[in-house]
């Protein structure tokens, strides 16, 4: 491998890096994905645009804000054109602010909030992974350094200035991409009570996986690391605990509103029965990709011009 510090495609004299094409991408595909399971899960899929358009302006400040504060950045350098462009968001931050956001979108448009998080949440795990080959390019994120000649390949390690590393950035890409998958496959299968499962399951998945990788992490990429608070460590933790809390508390709210911990007992026991929306005049029509989609009628046929149809028959 070369020393690939900071590439990035050049227009001129303006270079955009690869670390931010590997963000973006990651956002597109998860926002692609989430607005398919919210069509599976009997949502408007429409709605992930409105989300899209608050939650992740919103995401991208909490992100930068929270790796400045823990870094111990001077306010000057934080919105700082040249010290944005060095780079510094920190995921942790972003995925507190990009919630913390949807749940006011979810408020304002009445939409229940736990289940449009079931549809966005889990997809944040894919944008991870793919945000993470962001640190690849710029040879960051990476673990302890490896001597041992028979290790030192790619992805085990990364070459970094003629030494080689463990590839932090890679396993936390792969494993966080086993976790996408159980969770939306998970998600995409099951339509019962309660909702929001998917959306503590993520916290738990993720907060456990920083909270394993921080300490293994270069100590140079540790927040808080200078100040002996492993701050972004200690989120994590927080994280996995909110999570299994969180799941804790919708299994028993469940079980004293409907006498069983998933499903019911006493009625529906789907918790996407009913379509939601949050525009006026849309309807939901039969979808195979829709799990009610069986209750909903065919969507109604164009209707053909008959102007048209007279004019072509007196040809």
Not at 9 to 20: D, E, L, M, N, V
Request: charged content about 15%; proline content about 4%.
């Amino acid at each position: 491998m070369h020393n690939l510090l900071n590439p990035g495609i050049t227009i001129g004299s303006f270079t955009i890096y690869y670390y931010a094409i590997a963000i973006v991408c990651g956002i597109l595909v998860a926002t692609f994905l989430s607005a398919l399971l919210m069509k599976r899960r009997n949502l408007s899929s429409d709605f992930i645009f409105t989300l899209f358009i608050f939650c992740i302006p919103t995401a991208l400040l909490c992100a930068r804000l929270y790796y400045c504060i823990t870094d111990g950045m001077s306010i000057g350098e934080w919105f700082r054109w040249e010290s944005i462009r060095r780079g510094g968001l920190s995921v942790l931050g972003g995925v507190i602010g990009g919630v913390g956001m949807g749940l006011i979108v979810c408020l304002v448009k009445k939409i229940s909030f736990l289940r449009a998080a079931d549809c966005v949440v889990p997809t944040i795990l894919i944008a991870q992974a793919i945000g993470r080959w962001g640190n690849f390019f710029n040879q960051e994120v990476y673990g302890a350094l490896i001597t041992d000649p028979a290790q030192q390949w790619f992805p085990w390690a990364v070459e970094i200035n003629g030494s080689w590393y463990h590839a932090l950035f890679f396993y936390e890409c792969v494993i966080n991409l086993i976790g996408f998958g159980l969770i939306y496959g998970a998600a995409w299968y099951w339509a019962k009570k309660p909702n929001g499962v998917f959306t503590f399951s993520y916290f738990v998945w993720y907060g456990i996986v920083r909270a394993l990788m921080e300490p293994l992490r270069n100590p140079s990429y540790i927040l808080g690391s200078e100040n002996d608070v492993m701050w972004s460590q200690i989120t994590a933790f927080l994280m996995a605990a909110f999570g299994l809390i969180g799941i804790g508390v919708l299994l028993f709210l469940n079980y004293k509103k409907e006498g069983a911990w998933i499903g019911s007992k006493k009625g529906d026991p789907c918790g996407i029965t009913h379509f939601q929306t949050p525009y006026k005049d849309e309807k939901p029509y039969y979808s195979k990709i829709n799990l009610m989609g069986d209750q909903y009628p065919p969507k109604p046929k164009e209707e053909k011009n008959k102007k048209g149809n007279e004019d072509s028959n007196e040809q």
